[in-house]
């Protein structure tokens, strides 16, 4: 069973940057894909950005050209660098891995972050 922990959420001000950290607890080489999704109070969870193991990366909306996502192999971590944030990147985080396709995939606690204008 894949254990994801999240890390590196907080309140940060228009403009500024966060670095979030998804530790695995196992190789992140076994995974098909990994990502980061999103959550603000009242609406669904968005997808916004994905990496294979290979490092192809794929990035939806409002995240492209701001948000970074790369993995550590030797730390089975995934990370997502968020510049430019603006207060509708408002939201509870959540790592996310898919083991295999068409399997429950596994999902981490979740971090906030806040960003105030």
């Known amino acids: 069973q894949v254990t994801l922990v999240e890390s590196g959420g907080g309140l940060v001000q228009a403009g500024g940057s966060l670095r979030l950290s998804c530790a695995a607890s196992g190789s992140i080489l076994l995974f098909n894909t990994m990502g980061w999704y999103r959550q603000a109070p009242g609406k669904q969870r968005d997808l916004v950005a994905a990496?294979?193991?290979?490092?192809?990366?794929n990035y939806v909306g409002s995240a492209k050209g701001r948000f970074t996502i790369s993995t550590s192999i030797a730390k089975n971590t995934v990370y997502l660098q968020m510049n430019s944030l603006k207060p509708e990147d408002t939201a509870v985080y959540y790592c996310?891995?898919?083991?295999?396709?068409?399997?429950?995939?596994?999902w981490g606690q979740g971090t906030q972050v806040t960003v105030s204008s």
């Open positions: 996310n891995a898919v083991v295999r396709v068409g399997e429950p995939s596994a």
């Open positions: 990496i294979t193991p290979g490092g192809s990366t």
